[in-house]
Each structure stands twice: as structure tokens, then as C-alpha cells.
């Protein structure tokens, strides 16, 4: 089972903007839910944004309006996080999160290895 890939995180300043991807497996039949968390140092992961299999998408509050989540449909193992106007409180490790079926048959559900977003006021 091969974990998705995070790319796109790095050092801004507040009010610019950066675009995160991620990678499914090239091993999933069927993708139901991919999902972008964040963790802050000294907090618990958290709920950024979530695009389901229909195209419908759910943002936590801090980041509503400015956040958009999204997927290719030509190539649909990708998905992006496009961040606007960033803020410091923004800063912390971006990890996606997909949830779906294998080719084999077997339910997936798998976390990537993160990337960094740092926001500097």
C-alpha cells in the first residue's frame, strides 16, 4: 500500500498564497473522500478542508473563504489545497488523507508524510 505524496508547502509571508497537491496510489480502484489536515506544534491534528467522490466539499471555519479544495478530473488521483491570503495561525504541517478502495479489493485509508507550511508576519 503506497502512501499518497504531499508537494507545494514552504515559507510565505502573511497575506500570499501557496498551492498544496497530493498524490493518490496509482493502486486505487475507487477514491470516496480525500481530505487536507493540519497540525500545529502542541495541537491536535485538525480538519482543513474534504472534497467527496460527488465533488462536495466542507472547510473548517478558520480557513473558509479562504481555502479551496479540489480535484482533478483528468488526472483523478491529484487533489489541491489553494491557499489565499495566508496567516501566521496558519502555520503547521499539511497532511493528506484519502479514503477508498484498492484495485485488490481492499478498503484504504492512508495518511501522507506531510509538508511544511510556515506563514511569517
Known amino acids: 500500500q503506497v502512501q499518497p505524496v504531499e508537494s507545494g508547502g514552504g515559507l510565505v509571508q502573511a497575506g500570499e498564497s501557496l498551492r498544496l497537491s497530493c498524490t493518490a496510489s496509482e493502486s486505487m480502484l475507487r477514491i470516496d473522500r480525500m481530505d487536507w489536515y493540519r497540525q500545529a506544534p502542541g495541537n491536535e491534528r485538525e480538519l482543513v478542508a474534504a472534497?467527496?467522490?460527488?465533488?462536495?466539499?466542507?472547510y473548517a471555519d478558520s480557513v473558509r473563504g479562504r481555502f479551496t479544495i479540489s480535484r482533478d478530473n483528468a488526472k483523478k488521483k491529484m487533489m489541491y489545497l489553494q491557499m489565499n491570503s495566508l496567516k501566521p495561525e496558519d502555520t503547521a504541517v499539511y497532511y493528506c488523507?484519502?479514503?477508498?478502495?484498492?484495485?485488490?479489493?481492499?478498503?484504504?485509508?492512508?495518511w501522507g508524510q506531510g509538508t511544511q507550511v510556515t506563514v511569517s508576519s
Open positions: 472534497i467527496g467522490s460527488g465533488g462536495s466539499t466542507n
Open positions: 488523507n484519502i479514503r477508498g478502495l484498492l484495485i485488490s479489493g481492499r478498503a484504504y485509508d492512508s
